[in-house]
């Protein structure tokens, strides 16, 4: 095999590699203040019926580890019953719930990232998990598309 294929080859595998990494996430970029955004998720969260259990701060250890952030904050959030549900039927799952956002500064911008939980699919043949998870990844997908339309209309208002 030629060098050039090799390394076309090598690329290929790298690009396949780095979508399917890409698909365990959900992000989204805002142009706005990861302080504000940070409103816009706890008010989406708690609007498709989650409650906000807890905001980690996340500054401090991020930048023991050489990462410069202003803003770094993890937000956990779910049902009451449906956290319970789930760790008393697949203990396995307890490390997933509450589920978690993390909105973290970029310059003036803020990034919102997730775990896609059709990730774990894969794991569980479960027919009641399977359902969990796609019900979950939808919500996900609507929270984030909430808060991006809401706050590209506080930007359209300027």
């Known amino acids: 095999m030629s060098r ?8 290929l595998l790298w690009l396949l590699t780095t979508v399917a990494a890409a698909e365990n996430m959900l992000m989204g970029r805002i142009p706005m203040r990861a302080e504000i955004v940070l ?6 969260v708690e609007e498709h019926g989650y409650s906000v259990a807890h905001i980690q701060l996340c500054d401090g250890g ?24 789930i760790s008393e039927r697949y203990p396995e799952l307890v490390s997933y719930v ?24 894969p794991f569980y043949a479960d027919e009641e998990v399977q359902i969990q998870l796609d019900r979950w990844h939808s919500d996900l997908i609507s929270i984030l598309d909430d808060i991006r339309r809401a706050t590209g209309k506080r930007l359209a208002a300027g």
């Open 4 to 11: 050039f294929a090799k390394a076309g080859l090598l690329a």
């Open 39 to 44: 409103e816009y998720v706890k008010t989406s």
């Open 62 to 85: 991020m930048a023991d580890f050489g990462y410069k952030s202003d803003f770094y904050r993890v937000v956990f959030f779910g049902k009451v019953d449906e956290v319970r549900k």
């Open 98 to 121: 509450p589920l978690k956002i993390a909105v973290i500064a970029e310059k003036d911008e803020t990034l919102l990232a997730v775990l896609n939980p059709r990730a774990l699919s």
